[in-house]
């Protein structure tokens, strides 16, 4: 009985835990004031004021549209070009691959902030001769974001395509198949499970992202939710939290949906893989 009582008293407090910011968060949103100074837990008056504020006096829906944009696509292309080289390094021995694969490794040690004034620097130089993948550009932003991306996601993908048996993809060989048949028919169908949670770390990963965000896309046209939201509060923190409050729920919404839409990929991987006994 004591074993109980004390299992319900810690779930009880990780659920308080985890629920009272985003109850806190939400009573922001509804408070008509819209400070942070009179924020509370249940605001008195809640109303929809602050939501038709940051319509009105904000590019909110150009942010959300870049946000979703650019996480999509990263998350896409990173996926794609992750499972490519992970396929590579997994099925093919060739000279420099283990080195290859020991300087992904050792590149995601180093902070990403590191590369930003060399990555600066040659994209103000691509900006003079090709604007749609330099500065202020959705382009530019995904193929930074992609590089990011790829290290970690290939070393991922690399150990799951390493549990799937080799003799499959020899299988599809002798029935007169190339290596890109069997990669599109036999590894990748088997890979979806991996391939869903890779490409939901890089959308929630992107969606989030502010450091890089806030230097490569300066315009207000250009700018992601992360950068946007945060305009709103370096100038006037106290004034605008409830117009930031609904922005951040808001900004929910897509990781939701797509969680939902991988969702099934990724069970369904999961119980293919189960044996009757």
Known sequence: M??????????????????????FVVSAALNPIGTLSSATLVPRGAGLGNLLRLFEETHFWTWYRNSVVVAGLTAALAVAVSALAAYAFSRFRFAGRRAGLVSLLVIQAFPQFLAIVPLYVIFSAISDNWPVFGLNS???????????????NTW????????????????MMIDGCTHTQAFLRVVLPLAAPVLAISGLLVFIATINEFLIASVFLTGDDARTLAVGLFGLLADQRNANFGMFAVGTLLTAIPTVLVFQFLQRYIVHGLTAGAVKG
């Not at 004390?6 to 009880?12: D, E, K, P």
């Not at 690399?158 to 499959?168: A, H, N, T």
């Open 2 to 23: 004591r074993t109980i009582v004390w299992r319900h008293a810690a779930a009880v407090l990780v659920t308080a835990f985890a629920v009272l910011p985003i109850v």
């Open 138 to 152: 959705v382009w530019g932003v995904v193929l930074l974001y992609i590089g990011g991306q790829v290290g970690v």
């Open 156 to 171: 991922l993908i690399k150990g799951f395509f390493d549990s799937i048996p080799k003799e499959l993809d020899d299988a």
